[in-house]
């Protein structure tokens, strides 16, 4: 399974940006799903958001719920994270991640991980 991330960047405060994460290889079972992560420097990698393979359930961390939004293209097997009014502190590496079987969605516990990509918002 290779992971391609897109979409990082910089923006300013309450602006928003869109990742896109494609992952390579199939089948795909049902229960399978893609998340994102993120990681600030000196923090704890941190869960942001997740959506089952068959797009049939997403899952939104805490601190980013109402502000971003998970979709899936499912011929493409490519999600996409949309983050919208965007604050200081969602600057991070947000990395894409594949988890094989059912469960476990908020821990950073997947099977395949991407390179991540830098998302730097300004005040």
């Known amino acids: 399974v290779q992971i391609t991330e897109t979409g990082g960047g910089l923006v300013e405060a309450g602006g928003s940006l869109k990742l896109s994460c494609t992952a390579s290889?199939?089948?795909?079972?049902?229960?399978?799903?893609m998340g994102w992560f993120r990681q600030a420097p000196g923090k704890d990698r941190e869960f942001v958001a997740a959506?089952?393979?068959?797009?049939?359930?997403?899952f939104i961390g805490d601190s980013v719920k109402g502000r971003f939004t998970i979709s899936k293209d499912i011929p493409k097997n490519t999600a996409y994270l949309q983050m919208n009014s965007l604050k200081p502190e969602d600057t991070a590496v947000y990395y894409c991640?594949?988890?094989?079987?059912?469960?476990?969605?908020?821990?950073?516990?997947?099977?395949?991980w991407g390179q991540g990509t830098q998302v730097t918002v300004s005040s």
């Open positions: 991640a594949v988890r094989l079987g059912s469960g476990g969605y908020y821990y950073p516990r997947y099977d395949y």
């Open positions: 290889g199939s089948p795909y079972s049902s229960g399978d799903s």
């Open positions: 959506i089952l393979y068959n797009g049939s359930q997403r």
